[in-house]
DNA sequence: TTGAAAGCGCTAACAT
DNA sequence: ATGTTAGCGCTTTCAA
């Protein structure tokens, strides 16, 4: 029941005659050790379960050898899949992850990135919620990379960001309603002070506009990505006098709030109301109707958003930034 | 473009001609320290936008302040609501979070708790994939705490855990459908060495053996929580000579596999096989049929299993072990 | 009330 | 090939 002290190499040094800086060679393999010893040391080293205290070794190096990720919300099966793919490179290159999840709350994403800076992480993976500045600059100023996804910021070419083209994926959802035959199409925005809210109604805008389809302000509503945000703003867009015919919901929360209350009314998707969406992808196979969908990669943007990290951490020179931008994918539905 | 360097309390020191030590009072407040020097001090931090650098101070400490968490997969909402629970109440009391996926592999969560015992964690919160028995002494020895959640190790009087009812959730799941007049049950279970596939299995024997009912081996299968062992094993299932009217299926992603061959394979739920499962939520409430499911309280595990986690570190005294066991949630719905 | 100094466990430059 | 030593940035005892 008490508490074992832990082994140290001095500990080690003790027990087989040896100083402290041969044993840490001799487990690094740096340095000039003789195999005698090395193979001595390594021995012992097993059967003491010795546990190197990496808190230590990152003092003494300046260099923690982690990552922090802050998400929006990681029970959001898109910052799930980021998280995932992130962990995998990360596990593969020895780095650890740090997590925290903002809630959507700038405050707490503050927070989060303060003790992350106090942790002295080597690296941030960013989806930020807004404006978060100062912060940010404090990252800049110590010279730990920041890569954002999901949302980049307004000056994007002084970071690294992997994002998706949101323009291009709202643009093509839009063009192939319009070429099932729909006119009267609305649309629930995400934040428009974010970027993907932002890019998402600027496709949709420039589609409709290509095909010489006026917007009916009455048919969009900005909503905050949340659920209950994609209700109340559903719910207000079909009690216009005149209703549109499709409704492109920004993403995935929203969707599935608009669903509900798209039932509630008694109507029918897609008979009375056409849906299509972004990152409505459904592991499930049971939802019904399946939603047509804009689906961010987000497995890879995790991997590409660690890569990235990773290599600026270990490049020899400075590099420019990376701003990656993937391809959305597209998932058909029978919602439209 | 150059790296700045971090500000140190040897900075501030040498600043405000004071001494290292006054600094560090200053700002921890603990010590004697005038109330002038203090406010020199707090104000000299603000405009340097000093950071405390928390590795050192740990090695100082001994002691990380923050817990470690691995799952199987962050992308099974399960888990990823878990996580949430834990992490707010870590926000809360200042521990950050250290999170590892296994992708249940039993290789890679020894690798994680590896790292994590080197990073020094002050506790260890494990969904566990299987009998890690030797890693998991270490911690013991070392009196690093770890409470076990969805998973409890045979051996769990010796552990904390945060669990739920699995036993009472089948069979409380199996008399519901034997009320609803079904005879013909069978059952993909989980993996039958790990507790939580075991005690649904064992539930579900005894509320049959309650009514009389036999069990027909033909109809029960061991899945491995995988979606695809739940489509191999349903298609088995329904092959039998004489199929089942009803299969209770142990979690979420079986389920998915499972609906998706009867769908394949023409049939309908509950027309013609009746589903029950486990952990098998829809928040999208597109799901359909929906799925009658007893859940397990996810963000309540959570913080449940940081709570008790942080009271023990925390605790004067030595504390006996917890093995909280919550209430499983039903939901109902139309599969059945 | 403040300062000096030791030390947490490790690595690495330098000395032997 | 191995040992000695300094020091990463912090907290805390002890001395002034």
Redesign the pocket.
């Known amino acids: 029941m008490n508490k074992q ?9 003790f027990e ?13 393999g ?9 193979v001595r040391v390594l021995k012992a080293i097993k059967k003491s379960n ?13 260099n923690a050898m982690s990552l922090g990720i802050i998400v929006t919300d990681i029970t959001n099966s898109f910052f799930a899949s980021v998280i995932k793919g992130a962990q995998s490179v990360s596990r593969e290159m020895g780095y650890s992850i740090l997590l925290s999840n903002s809630d959507e709350n700038i405050l707490y994403e503050a927070e989060a990135m303060q003790l992350m800076l106090e942790k002295q992480i080597s690296g941030l993976i960013l989806a930020s919620v807004g404006n978060n500045g100062p912060k940010i600059t404090q990252f800049q100023n110590l010279n730990i990379p920041v890569v954002f996804i999901d949302n980049t910021p307004e000056s994007v070419q002084s970071f690294d960001s992997v994002s998706t083209d949101n323009h291009k994926a709202a643009h093509s959802l839009t063009t192939r309603l319009i070429e099932k035959g729909y006119k009267h199409i609305g649309m629930i925005t995400g934040p428009l002070n974010q970027s993907s809210g932002r890019q998402r109604y600027e496709g949709f805008q420039s589609a409709m506009k290509e095909h010489g389809i006026p917007l009916r302000d009455e048919w969009i509503r900005e909503g905050n990505f949340q659920m209950e945000s994609g209700r109340l703003m559903m719910r207000q867009i079909l009690e216009t006098p005149i209703p549109p015919k499709a409704v492109i919901i920004c993403n995935n929360y929203m969707t599935y709030g608009a669903a509900k209350t798209i039932k509630e009314m008694g109507k029918s998707i897609p008979a009375d109301v056409a849906l299509a969406s972004f990152d409505t992808d459904d592991p499930t196979s049971l939802s019904s109707p399946t939603i047509a969908s804009m689906n961010q990669p987000a497995v890879q943007i995790g991997t590409k958003a660690a890569e990235i990290l990773i290599n600026r951490l270990t490049a020899k020179h400075p590099l420019s930034h990376t701003n990656l931008v993937l391809e959305p994918v597209f998932t058909d539905g029978d919602s439209w």
């Open positions: 002290q832990p082994v140290r190499l001095r500990d080690l040094a087989l005659n040896l100083s402290v800086s041969t044993i840490s060679r001799a487990i690094s740096k340095g000039r050790i003789s195999d005698k010893t090395r010795y546990t190197p205290n990496d808190v230590a070794r990152s003092l003494r190096m300046q």
